[in-house]
């Protein structure tokens, strides 16, 4: 069975300081990794994905991360935060053959002025 | 962006009443997914469909019923709404086959049961 943890419910950052957020997933197979943010009252936007191509997977808004098989991890960084960055960020995994994401519980992200 | 739609955008109905939640799309997406988002839960599948007339449960399916007759219409309705199908529902889209694999979400439903 899949599932997916994501380390700290809030997270805040320094204007300019690095960005990351952390995901642990737990799959049987390979699986297919998202990263996807949500901005207050909108739905959720795909940030990036990993499908089994290169480990290091860059995203919109400047973010990208990276697929550790050995740690079971896919986390998300951004060198340096904007404020434009602060929003909710949700880790999803699936696998090949499921129908369905698993999404974690979210990362509120706080950028401090 | 995904041509996905959502109505009502907002509902504030009785404990009791029955509700239908519309999602529709303009992608021809096989797959179509009813999400539910409540704080600290994140989002938590409520039921989806493979195709037209092709649905299955989710995790917290208790208490809906969805129904698609169209590909690009999704129907979610709450039988007999209870205040703690208080929530945020979000529908979303995929198409699996061969890629790419992700969900396009729509902009989500508020609705309040009082």
């Known amino acids: 069975a899949q599932s997916v943890t994501q380390l700290g419910s809030h997270v805040s950052v320094s204007e300019g300081a690095l960005v990351l957020l952390r995901c642990n997933y737990s799959?049987?197979?390979?699986?297919?990794l998202f990263w996807y943010v949500q901005y207050p009252n909108q739905g959720l936007q795909l940030l990036l994905k990993y499908t089994s191509a290169a480990t290091l997977v860059k995203g919109i808004n400047g973010f990208e991360a990276e697929f550790k098989k050995s740690e079971t991890s896919f986390h998300l960084t951004k060198p340096s935060a904007h404020m434009s960055d602060a929003a909710e960020y949700f880790c999803a995994v699936l696998e090949l053959g499921n129908e369905k994401l698993t999404f974690g519980t979210g990362t509120r992200l706080t950028i401090i002025p | 962006d995904a041509g996905i739609t959502q109505s009502p955008r907002h509902k504030v109905t009785e404990t009791g009443t029955p509700v239908t939640l519309r999602c529709h799309q303009t992608e021809n997406h096989r797959y179509m997914y009813w999400y539910r988002q409540d704080p600290g839960h994140g989002l938590r599948l409520i039921h989806y469909s493979y195709g037209v007339k092709d649905t299955d449960k989710g995790e917290v399916s208790d208490g809906y019923s969805v129904s698609r007759s169209k590909t690009e219409d999704f129907l979610l309705t709450l039988e007999s709404a209870t205040s703690s199908q208080t929530s945020v529902y979000f529908c979303?889209?995929?198409?699996?086959?061969?890629?790419?694999?992700?969900?396009?979400f729509g902009p989500g439903t508020r609705l309040t049961v009082t």
């Open positions: 799959s049987s197979v390979p699986p297919y």
């Open positions: 979303a889209i995929s198409e699996l086959a061969g890629g790419p694999y992700e969900q396009y």
